[in-house]
């Protein structure tokens, strides 16, 4: 049974940092495109971050510079450190992966439709 779990969520000023992790079960990480969105309240969920099998990054312009993606294939797990977070930062975030079990070489950003299995998210709040 494939589950993705989030964790490492919290409340933080702006300026501070945070490091979300996802614990992938059921399926190799190393074998999937992975990614990180988020929803804004009253907004559409958005891509934030994706990472392909090939081990290509990609990042939203909101974030670029500030936000790290990554994964660690032995713990089977993904992560995202954010630092100088801003107050539009706020979201619940959720760690996702595609469906197919071969390893995908899909370049940029992915869209959300790309992306088959869903952690429940953790939510992050910036304050100032």
């Known amino acids: 049974q494939v589950q993705l779990v989030e964790s490492g969520g919290g409340s933080v000023q702006e300026g501070g940092s945070l490091r979300l992790s996802c614990a992938a079960s059921g399926f190799t990480v190393n074998y999937r495109c992975m990614g990180w969105f988020r929803q804004a309240p009253g907004k559409e969920r958005e891509g934030v971050a994706t990472i392909n099998s090939g081990h290509m990054i990609s990042y939203a312009d909101p974030v670029k510079g500030r936000f790290t993606i990554s994964q660690d294939n032995a713990k089977n797990a993904l992560y995202l450190q954010m630092n100088n977070l801003k107050l539009d930062d706020t979201a619940m975030y959720y760690c996702?992966?595609?469906?197919?079990?071969?390893?995908?070489?899909?370049?940029?950003?992915?869209?959300?439709?790309?992306?088959?299995?869903w952690g429940k998210g953790t939510l992050v709040t910036i304050s100032s």
């Open positions: 996702a992966a595609t469906r197919s079990p071969l390893p995908c070489y899909a370049l940029g950003l992915l869209p959300d439709s790309a992306m088959g299995y």
